[in-house]
């Protein structure tokens, strides 16, 4: 390990779950069986939005949108993850982890943004439903996805310079299973006040503001179902609006924990927990919330079977 401690460097050590090392391998298949059952949900709602004619819809636009965001999500954390439990190999170059924090950041920052253009459409299409065709046309659509990509990035850019442009000297070791920006600021052996406060500025634009406009729509869609709707439309309505809401409390509650504190509280063992939240355990149930309990979704699905069925039947 005395090999590390130089002033320029050249790797890290991802500290990972080796506090629990009799856990390594469990992890190990919980891991990848997570990692395997998120990748196949995402890709073929993908493929099912992309195909069915009922579901050319913004709303399963901004879905598919979201699946992709959710696959690239989850590509750029889970396969280090589970290479270093399985082999126990904890290495990461410098470059590596440069890429994989800024892919972390661009992925994390666009879906902030995503969330809030879907809360935007359902607002629009509960609340303004006579108008929704004209409101929610192509060319929206595509613009509110543009401007999440080109938040994202300019975040994932604007982040990962400012962390890998500070000196590294001591320990190398990450006090976590993927290149964060709070652990590798944690290591960082300068005055990091500026940084602490350039980044919890962005942090706190991109995770605070998305959040209003998405608890603002889903404010006003709460108020126009409890005003508006029938018993059983309003039963219907709030089954969906909770189940998104309990995705969205999930993911910017444990972002706000996360990065919207000092530095001085980094590195404990609740991080990693707070961390597989929104990395691992996120992308796993927002198919299921988002989508397949949806009932053109199920209809979709429903009418891909019986045509295999049919098929096999010739």
């Not at 609340?127 to 996805?145: A, G, S, T």
């Not at 401007?147 to 976590?176: D, K, R, Y």
């Not at 809401?245 to 504190?261: E, H, P, Q």
Request: proline share 4%; with cysteine.
């Amino acid at each position: 390990m005395t090999r590390l401690n130089y002033t320029a460097a050249s790797e890290f050590i991802l500290v990972g779950f080796s506090d629990v090392p009799q856990l390594r391998y469990f992890l190990f298949i919980i891991f990848l069986s997570i990692f395997n059952l998120s990748f196949s949900a995402h890709m073929f709602l993908i493929l099912l939005y992309r195909f069915s004619p009922n579901l050319q819809t913004p709303m399963y636009f901004f879905l598919a949108n979201f699946s992709f965001m959710e696959i690239c999500y989850i590509l750029t954390i889970s396969p280090k993850m589970l290479r270093n439990l399985f082999s126990g190999e904890k290495i990461i170059s410098f470059y590596g982890c440069a890429v994989q924090m800024f892919l972390f950041l661009l992925f994390a920052g666009s879906e902030c943004f995503m969330l809030a253009s879907m809360a935007y459409d359902r607002y629009i299409a509960i609340c303004r439903p006579l108008l929704y065709n004209i409101l929610m046309h192509k060319v929206l659509c595509l613009q509110l996805v543009c401007v999440s990509w080109t938040i994202g990035t300019a975040v994932a850019i604007i982040q990962t310079l400012l962390m890998f442009s500070l000196p590294f000297c001591g320990s190398h070791e990450v006090n976590h299973f993927y290149c964060d920006v709070p652990p590798i600021m944690a290591l960082a052996c300068a005055d990091t006040w500026v940084y602490e406060v350039v980044t919890f500025v962005i942090t706190l634009s991109v995770i605070v503001g998305s959040f209003l406009l998405t608890i603002f729509s889903y404010s006003v869609i709460i108020w126009t179902i409890v005003t508006k709707h029938s018993s059983s439309g309003r039963k219907k309505a709030f089954s969906t609006c909770t189940s998104h809401l309990l995705v969205v409390t999930v993911f910017y509650g444990s972002g706000c924990v996360m990065y919207l504190r000092p530095k001085s509280s980094y590195g404990t063992s609740e991080d990693k927990f707070i961390s597989l939240m929104y990395t691992i355990i996120a992308p796993l149930f927002n198919p299921f919330i988002y989508s397949l309990r949806n009932n053109d979704v199920k209809s979709a699905v429903g009418r891909i079977l019986y045509n295999i069925k049919l098929s096999q039947q010739y």
